[in-house]
């Protein structure tokens, strides 16, 4: 191959991979106007489900049975919706779906009055926590988890150990106002504050069924645990970074120059290219290979020696 054409076949893999790069480079890079727009429509789909929340829980509290319906069919819809499902977590959605079909089941059985609010409660106690931020109102829930816990503690001690009946029942109101709003934590709070919180209910509601007297001092450590991770979960970020020395909050991330890195690549892939071609022309010791002279024919065909 001639030089000439080796210095094109270089110049285009070079222009081939500047391209590539800048391309590479301008996907990567987020557009300001479409994270707005984006921004704003995830907002709306917010606004809706809490709208349709609100619905469905005040058909609930008045006994509304043709709105239950329509209520319920809008709030499935947007729970359904790939867009809106981009708010919180997986496993916070994973319990709004969880109470949806209870709503469901409820209504179309004609069963627990009870259930059923509950799950309309948790339904918008989850969509609210996508929109008011800390004025969210799960978070007035606080107060009341650390009463359920402090209350477990006196009911368990009071009785020397043996108050396994009266700790059960505060047991159960503690799970149940956990449920009401497990949802809505799971979608707001950080997964590992949300599944403390559950796990440390957990642990505490086994340890008051296993009825052993022996495990006394593991019960009320268990209930200080639960109070414990109350604390975790509805302390918000702003106070954990007020918490923290200076130097351990994030800093903003500077830009990474990534488009600089993607544009040089490719010219040192062609300087590379180049420089191979001159090795290969010039041998392996510097020395340039000329072509072999053309042997003269004789006058008679053969070739002489």
Not at 27 to 41: G, H, L
Not at 54 to 68: G, I, K, T
Not at 108 to 137: K, P, Y
Request: aromatic share 6%; hydrophobic share 45%; glycine share 8%.
């Amino acid at each position: 191959m001639s030089r000439r054409w080796w210095t094109v076949a270089v110049a285009c893999l070079a222009a081939a991979l500047l391209l590539n790069g800048v391309a590479f480079a301008a996907a990567i890079r987020t557009n300001p106007a479409n994270m707005a727009e984006q921004d704003a429509r995830i907002k709306d789909k917010q606004a809706q489900f809490q709208a349709a929340a609100e619905r469905l829980y005040d058909a609930v509290m008045n006994s509304e049975r043709s709105e239950l319906f329509y209520s319920l069919r809008d709030v499935r819809q947007l729970a359904e919706d790939g867009q809106l499902r981009q708010s919180g977590s997986e496993l916070g959605w994973i319990a709004v779906d969880n109470s949806v079909r209870e709503a469901q089941h409820e209504i179309e059985a004609g069963g627990n009055t009870h259930l059923l609010l509950s799950a309309a409660s948790s339904i918008r106690l989850a969509a609210d926590s996508l929109t008011a931020g800390s004025e969210a109102l799960w978070l007035q829930y606080e107060p009341v988890i650390k009463e359920d816990a402090r209350q477990l503690i006196i009911a368990w001690t009071t009785a020397g150990g043996q108050g396994g009946a009266a700790a059960g029942a505060r047991m159960a109101t503690l799970k149940g106002h956990w449920e009401l709003i497990e949802p809505a934590a799971l979608l707001a709070r950080e997964r590992d504050k949300a599944e403390g919180m559950r796990n440390s209910i957990v642990y505490s509601s086994k340890l008051l069924a296993s009825l052993d007297g022996t495990r006394t001092g593991w019960a009320v450590r268990s209930f200080q645990a639960v109070s414990s991770a109350a604390e975790d979960l509805f302390r918000t970020d702003a106070q954990d970074d007020a918490n923290l020395p200076a130097n351990a909050i994030p800093q903003p991330l500077q830009p990474t120059g990534g488009w600089l890195l993607y544009s040089i690549v490719p010219l040192i892939c062609a300087l590379l290219g180049y420089v191979g071609w001159i090795n290969y022309r010039r041998g392996q010791h510097g020395v340039t290979v000329m072509p072999a002279p053309a042997e003269r024919p004789s006058r008679n065909g053969v070739a002489r020696k």
